[in-house]
């Protein structure tokens, strides 16, 4: 079956600074890979996504890129706020169905 | 709008007894809706798919006679956990997706429930 590695697990950085958080999934099937912000204890939001006939996707201080050779794709966020601290899931889309990444927890320090 | 909404948020129920948790698509019609559960500082982890008219499907090594999943509408799904035990203590979330071949998942609030 589908396996979606995520990393890193977290992720400390400055306020203004860039993140990125990096996926690699297995299943050369899947073909659609959303990403989802959760609070703690709150429902996951979805905060971008990308199917696999694109190969970058941007909205404002977030984008996804896809490398499908590589079965890889990643979330940068720039000008990382401390309102962005989060946990963050990859996620890929397989028989309908949603794998998820084991997460990251992103920190921005004021 | 998709707005998806779950109850309750939070149940405590003594070892033994069953817990009804319900999911509805508020303002969609959802063929299909999806049971997650996820443990502390972990992933969601899917435990089936629930299918309008049908019987659900469940991943692999999720007890379907633990964890029944009624999906009797469009709109309103439920899982209920049976004879719960302390293990089963976790944050349950549903999904709902909307018809015509979108991959996009709306998530509920989800449920935290603790077994005593």
């Known amino acids: 079956g589908e396996n979606v590695e995520q990393h890193p697990s977290t992720l400390s950085v400055q306020e203004g600074d860039s993140a990125v958080i990096k996926c690699t999934y297995s299943d050369s099937a899947s073909n659609y890979f959303p990403w989802y912000k959760q609070e703690l204890g709150k429902r996951p939001q979805l905060i971008i996504d990308?199917?696999?006939?694109?190969g970058e996707k941007k909205d404002q201080r977030i984008a996804v890129t896809l490398n499908k050779t590589a079965k890889h794709f990643s979330l940068h966020i720039t000008e990382t706020q401390p309102e962005d601290s989060a946990v963050y899931f990859c996620a890929a889309s397989i028989n309908d169905k949603l794998i998820f990444g084991t997460g990251t927890r992103l920190q921005v320090f004021p | 709008g998709a707005v998806v909404s779950q109850h309750p948020s939070w149940v405590i129920c003594k070892s033994g007894t069953s817990v009804k948790i319900e999911c509805r698509s508020l303002d969609f019609q959802a063929t299909t809706m999806f049971w997650y559960r996820q443990f502390p500082k972990q992933s969601l982890m899917l435990m089936a798919t629930s299918n309008e008219g049908s019987k659900a499907t469940y991943e692999q090594g999720v007890e379907k006679d633990k964890f029944l999943i009624n999906h009797a509408s469009l709109t309103l799904s439920t899982l209920t956990v049976t004879s719960a035990h302390p293990e089963d203590s976790s944050f349950y979330i549903c999904?709902?997706?909307?018809?015509?071949?979108?991959?996009?998942?709306?998530f509920g609030a989800g449920t935290r429930l603790s077994v005593l």
């Open positions: 999904s709902a997706r909307k018809p015509g071949g979108s991959n996009i998942q709306y």
């Open positions: 990308i199917r696999s006939n694109v």
